[in-house]
């Protein structure tokens, strides 16, 4: 119960004292760390309305979408929510004044599990992503790599 009332007491103070953006993206930290997404990213819609370029606010939300996605219970709902990530790290790029390699870590993470989402919806339906038709066509030659275990030289 005190962890509650201590979580609820920080929530409440973020709220009477808005302009404090660490305590803010401090909260929506441990939502995240909890997969709480949806309630960090309300955080940091509040963070973010009086920094728009909070560079470290921005970057946790991107992360929140990758999240969702990944969590996403259909294709179409994953690749919107890519969307989003990919819009934020966009607006990072033009319009924040200092990246972080951070951000270009945690930016390179939303490709790769993009990437790997789409395969992993590929290999699931045998080609054919719901929502987007038919990928068989132009990917006849890669099933039976991709069916089979990697090789690695060294292991040979």
């Known amino acids: 119960a ?3 009332s201590a979580g609820t007491n920080a929530i409440a103070t973020f709220f009477r004292f808005p302009h404090n953006s660490l305590l ?3 909260i929506a930290k441990t939502l995240y760390y909890r997969r709480r997404f949806w309630e960090a990213i309300e955080i940091l819609r509040i963070v973010l309305s009086l920094d728009p370029t909070h560079l470290n606010a921005r970057t946790l939300r991107m992360v929140l979408f990758r999240n969702l996605a ?3 219970r259909s294709y179409a709902v994953a690749e919107g929510l890519f969307k989003q990530a ?3 790290a966009q607006f990072i790029q033009h319009s924040c004044a200092f990246q972080s390699e951070d951000f270009y870590c945690e930016f390179a993470v939303v490709h790769l599990a993009q990437a790997m989402l789409t395969l ?3 290999r699931q339906s045998r080609g054919d992503v719901p929502g987007r038709g038919t990928c068989r066509r132009s990917n ?3 099933w039976p790599v991709w069916n089979r275990p990697p090789r ?3 292991w040979a």
Request: proline residues 0%; hydrophobic residues 30%; contains cysteine.
């Open 24 to 26: 803010g993206l401090e």
């Open 152 to 154: 690695f030289s060294a």
């Open 70 to 72: 990944l969590d996403a």
């Open 86 to 88: 990919h819009q934020e």
């Open 2 to 4: 005190s962890k509650t």
């Open 120 to 122: 992993r919806c590929l």
């Open 140 to 142: 006849r030659r890669c």
